[in-house]
Nanobody
Framework: QGQLVESGGGLVQAGGSLRLSCSAS????????MGWFRQAPGKEREFVAA????????EYTDSVKGRFTISRDNAKNVIYLQMNSLKPEDTAVYYC?????????????????WGQGTQVTVSS
């Protein structure tokens, strides 16, 4: 897996939406499960969502279920995180990560490559 580059973060009011993107430079993108994690100031990095290499399976942390959707476009080597109904507690740096297996994992130690992160700030 090569470089992971996130984009799409920004400042939004509570109740608003953002879509994060993460592009990967690899010729074997479908071999990698992908995940989104986030880290708020003073807190541990936490799992948000993950998607299998084929895109058939997804998993979410409870606090974002029904609001966030992870997807991938394997033809473009990109994954997305559509975030709706954003809350101030969603404020964090969001990181894209990949693991050298196509199956989903939720633990951050299972991921091998990380992007540089993109800031998401939700104002109340």
């Amino acid at each position: 897996q090569g470089q992971l580059v996130e984009s799409g973060g920004g400042l939004v009011q509570a109740g608003g939406s953002l879509r994060l993107s993460c592009s990967a430079s690899t010729r074997t993108f479908t071999r990698y499960a992908m995940g989104w994690f986030r880290q708020a100031p003073g807190k541990e990095r936490e799992f948000v969502a993950a998607i299998s290499g084929s895109g058939a399976n997804t998993e979410y942390t409870d606090s974002v279920k029904g609001r966030f959707t992870i997807s991938r476009d394997n033809a473009k080597n990109v994954i997305y995180l559509q975030m709706n109904s954003l809350k101030p507690e969603d404020t964090a740096v969001y990181y894209c990560a990949s693991r050298v297996w196509s199956e989903i994992e939720t633990g951050k130690d299972a991921y091998d490559y990380w992007g540089q992160g993109t800031q998401v700030t939700v104002s109340s």
